[in-house]
C-alpha cells in the first residue's frame, strides 16, 4: 500500500498551480480520507479483508467521504489551524505554496469537485498497489486490480521509494510556506 500521507502527492500540485480552482484543504483530506475506515471502523467490526471498503468505494467517494471531506475542509481544519495559529504565530499553520488556506474560502462547488477528485485519485492509486480495490462495493463479483502486479513487494517498495522523495520535496517546497 501507499503510505496514507503520500496519497496528496497527486493533488497538491493542482492547488500549487490552480490555486483558484481548487480547495487545497478538499483535495488534501479527499486524497487520504479512504484510508480512515482502515484505522477506524473495520479493525472493530473485522469484516472486510484487509479493511477496505465503503470508503475506498466509488458510492464512499460520492456519499460518506464527501460529507467528511467537506466538513474537515471547511470546519474542523481551518478552526484548528486558526487556533494554532494564533496560539503559535509565525510557524506557518495556515500557509500552503504561499497562500494562507484559511482565508482562502472556495464556494461550496469547488470544495466539493476538489474533495470528489481526491477521492478518485485515492482509488485510482490503490488499484495499482492492491489486489483487490473495492471500487464498486457493495456491487462486486470480481477483485479489482489495475495491474496483476499490484502486490509484488518489489514495485511496492520501488514505488514507496519514490513517493517518499517526492512527499518530502513538496512539505519542504509549500507546507507552511
Ligand atoms: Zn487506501
Redesign the pocket.
Known sequence: ?VL?PF?VIPVWPLYARWPRRWDLLALSFGAVM??VE?ITVYPIVRTWQAG?GIM?SLLGVFTVNLVLVVLAARYLVPWIATRLDRRFPGKGWRTFAGHDFVADRKTLQVTIGSAILGGLT?LGI?LFMHYDTPLLWPWRAVPLAAVPWATDPTWNVAIELVAVVVFFVMVWKWLGK
Do not use: A, F, Q, V
Open positions: 500500500m496514507t496519497h479512504s484510508d482502515i477496505r475506498h485515492h490503490d
